[in-house]
């Protein structure tokens, strides 16, 4: 019997034939923090360490609280800068126009690579499962523990298959896929299991960073896409490593489930409040008032989501506030290049600088008591964005976009054509 994806790439960095259901003691190639790495401090100085046991394996990103909306999270900053600058880390993304968010940065920084181990003390580290990596998130414990020993411990777990082909139709995209995908498992569908993507070569890379970025709201340890082509180019002038290695299942892998989509048969699609496997068509659910519409996040504010958005908000003005937050200032830049960010502030939406606040409710965007936001997100459970009294729906950027255009969710297949 063949081998899946965590097994061979697991076991290849173990240096032993392994199999679900063993425990393994591994040596991750990068281990990321964000905003929480304050706290990572704190453990890490409880274990008596006396220095980080592998500095170029640190990445520290800051993102969900940037600029500091408090004087609290300006203090923890402040704490972060000051060990950084006394360990000599060399990995560090502060407030600076080198950031953005933390998966998005892990990306485009050349940190991802196919067949290396990624941890990061972040749920949606799963993102870079869509370069190949196996790339999980862990707790802050397991990361200070990392910093002082260089390593850690998995359950190899079992193997999901999703097997996809065909193509989306004119106004549907990843989101809506991955959207349907959790709608059909639930959000218990996928607990501590990989999930192999099978059939994603017509995918670009930021449509599969969008499914693989999802893949937790489903319960999954890590997500995967397989390495091609695409995958090659986009790391060429990005890596950081050079051991990476194109891993991929046997073909007569042994799995716990398999299931199949055909994309063409994807429609716009929505998670309603409160829980992300709460699913419904777009079509289903037009004439929804809303009176907030969130564009960013690590889930969809790449240059191709932009890009989308701008297409369906070209010419047009928005009838709900609108934020629109790219995922780095790469992308912020790119955009602006483009000419987008001017698409959007004539629109009327607002362009608010690369980080995580109004998605986490922390500052830049909070929701007031019974007010509906549409949001490009990836969570919508009750109190995510604000008060827990408001309302989420998640959806694809052309329906965020089309749905401003109206104060009312509509699908964007009405003028994507």
């Given at each position: 019997m063949g081998k899946t994806f965590v097994e061979k790439i697991l076991g290849k960095w173990v240096g032993r034939t392994i199999h679900a259901g063993e425990y393994v003691e591994i040596f991750p190639h990068f281990c990321m923090s964000d905003d929480n790495v304050s706290d990572v401090i704190n453990i890490f100085k409880m274990t008596g360490a006396q220095r980080i046991a592998y500095k170029e394996r640190i990445v520290i990103v800051f993102d969900h609280a940037v600029p500091p909306p408090t004087e609290v999270h300006a203090s923890k900053q402040d704490r972060v800068r000051k060990f950084v600058e006394t360990n000599n880390l060399p990995h560090f993304y502060d407030l600076n126009s080198r950031g953005g968010i933390c998966h998005q940065v892990m990306c485009q920084e050349g940190f991802i690579l196919p067949g290396i181990i990624i941890?990061?003390?972040?749920?949606?580290?799963?993102?870079?499962?869509?370069?190949?990596?196996?790339?999980?998130?862990?707790?802050?414990?397991?990361?200070?523990?990392?910093?002082?020993?260089?390593?850690?411990?998995?359950?190899?777990?079992?193997?999901?298959?999703?097997?996809?082909?065909?193509?989306?139709?004119?106004?549907?995209?990843?989101?809506?896929?991955?959207?349907?995908?959790?709608?059909?498992?639930?959000?218990?569908?996928?607990?501590?299991?990989?999930?192999?993507?099978?059939?994603?070569?017509?995918?670009?890379?930021?449509?599969?960073?969008?499914?693989?970025?999802?893949?937790?709201?489903?319960?999954?340890?890590?997500?995967?896409?397989?390495?091609?082509?695409?995958?090659?180019?986009?790391?060429?002038?990005?890596?950081?490593?050079?051991?990476?290695?194109?891993?991929?299942?046997?073909?007569?892998?042994?799995?716990?489930?398999?299931?199949?989509?055909?994309?063409?048969?994807?429609?716009?699609?929505?998670?309603?409040?409160?829980?992300?496997?709460?699913?419904?068509?777009?079509?289903?659910?037009?004439?929804?008032?809303?009176?907030?519409?969130?564009?960013?996040?690590?889930?969809?504010?790449?240059?191709?989501?932009?890009?989308?958005?701008?297409?369906?908000?070209?010419?047009?003005?928005?009838?709900?506030?609108?934020?629109?937050?790219?995922?780095?200032?790469?992308?912020?830049?790119?955009a602006m290049h483009e000419g987008l960010l001017d698409i959007f502030l004539d629109a009327g939406c607002v362009v608010a600088m690369p980080g995580c606040g109004p998605c986490m409710g922390i500052h830049g965007g909070i929701l007031a008591s019974g007010e509906v936001c549409i949001s490009t997100s990836n969570r919508n459970f009750a109190g995510r964005m604000g008060s827990r009294d408001s309302y989420i729906y998640l959806a694809s950027p052309a329906t965020v976009a089309w749905s401003a255009v109206h104060g009312e969710i509509r699908d964007p297949m009405e003028v994507i054509k």
């Open positions: 941890v990061g003390s972040d749920s949606h580290t799963c993102t870079g499962g869509a370069l190949g990596a196996f790339a999980a998130g862990i707790g802050r414990t397991d990361a200070a523990a990392i910093w002082a020993t260089g390593k850690t411990w998995f359950l190899v777990p079992d193997t999901i298959r999703i097997d996809l082909k065909g193509n989306f139709q004119q106004g549907v995209y990843a989101k809506d896929l991955i959207i349907r995908i959790i709608g059909d498992l639930g959000a218990s569908g996928a607990i501590y299991k990989a999930v192999e993507f099978h059939g994603t070569n017509e995918l670009s890379i930021s449509e599969r960073m969008t499914i693989c970025n999802m893949g937790i709201e489903m319960g999954a340890k890590t997500t995967i896409c397989k390495p091609d082509d695409k995958v090659i180019q986009y790391i060429s002038n990005r890596a950081k490593r050079d051991d990476w290695e194109v891993i991929w299942a046997d073909t007569d892998a042994e799995y716990s489930a398999i299931y199949s989509y055909d994309l063409s048969e994807i429609r716009p699609g929505l998670a309603c409040p409160h829980t992300v496997d709460n699913y419904a068509t777009v079509s289903s659910m037009v004439g929804v008032a809303i009176d907030k519409a969130y564009i960013g996040t690590c889930t969809n504010s790449r240059i191709e989501d932009l890009r989308v958005c701008a297409q369906v908000l070209e010419g047009k003005k928005i009838k709900v506030r609108t934020i629109v937050q790219p995922a780095s200032w790469d992308v912020y830049k790119n």
